[in-house]
T-cell receptor, first 117, second 114 residues
Framework: DTGVSQDPRHKITKRGQNVTFRCDPISEHNRLYWYRQTLGQGPEFLTYFQNEAQLEKSRLLSDRFSAERPKGSFSTLEIQRTEQGDSAMYLC???????????????FGPGTRLTVT | GDSVTQMEGPVTLSEEAFLTINCTYTATGYPSLFWYVQYPGEGLQLLLKATKADDKGSNKGFEATYRKETTSFHLEKGSVQVSDSAVYFCALSDPLTNAGKSTFGDGTTLTVKP
């Protein structure tokens, strides 16, 4: 078990550019979540997948954001036409929904820190 | 909707002092409660959890008890160390009704001085 990994760890981009982040969850976990964390705040939920299906999106996820989990394993989060307000830490987490319907705790990756200049 | 309120920081303590970080929550269901710790430049690490009322979660000398009557989950440690300096987040998640996603407090920054 290598834990949740994210790539890149840091990204600096100019306003208007597109960026893509990758998350590799714990291999046996069927749920994957994206959160955004700004300075001095707790993480805020963006979206989550069960296997390859995107089941919920937060109102925080504007039209410029898109997430995929094509084969139910890794996931990508793309931000198009970045704005300075997109600067934040983007966290990925994974968990296991059991047959009982209960989902246990989430395991977080190290995050990708995005700076839009 | 669900929400978590943490005591505001920052909190500065001397080594070996007693730590309490208050956390209260609002939830419609029967949430599980968590404390996460975040070190500078890193993601969140699960510190401890409690899944039902009166459960006590503990890890690395930290403890928190799920109090349904006061809707609280206060974090305590009897003797802090410099290495405990970090940001602590209280969170809740309803494992049955909200897909396991978590609602977090805003975090409390702890600095422990030698």
């Amino acid at each position: 078990d290598t834990g949740v990994s994210q790539d890149p760890r840091h990204k600096i981009t100019k306003r208007g550019q597109n960026v893509t982040f990758r998350c590799d969850p714990i291999s046996e976990h069927n749920r994957l979540y994206w959160y955004r964390q700004t300075l001095g705040q707790g993480p805020e939920f963006l979206t989550y997948f069960q296997n390859e299906a995107q089941l919920e999106k937060s109102r925080l996820l504007s039209d410029r954001f898109s997430a995929e989990r094509p084969k139910g394993s890794f996931s990508t989060l793309e931000i198009q036409r970045t704005e300075q307000g997109d600067s934040a830490m983007y966290l990925c987490a994974s968990s296991l929904k059991q047959a009982s319907g209960i989902t246990y705790e989430q395991y977080f990756g190290p995050g990708t820190r995005l700076t839009v200049t | 909707g669900d929400s978590v309120t943490q005591m505001e920081g920052p909190v500065t303590l001397s080594e070996e002092a007693f730590l309490t970080i208050n956390c209260t929550y609002t939830a419609t269901g029967y949430p599980s409660l968590f404390w996460y710790v975040q070190y500078p430049g890193e993601g969140l690490q699960l510190l401890l959890k409690a899944t039902k009322a009166d459960d006590k979660g503990s890890n690395k000398g930290f403890e928190a008890t799920y109090r349904k009557e006061t809707t609280s989950f206060h974090l305590e440690k009897g003797s802090v160390q410099v290495s405990d300096s970090a940001v602590y987040f209280c969170a809740l998640s309803d494992p049955l009704t909200n897909a396991g996603k978590s609602t977090f407090g805003d975090g409390t920054t702890l600095t422990v001085k030698p």
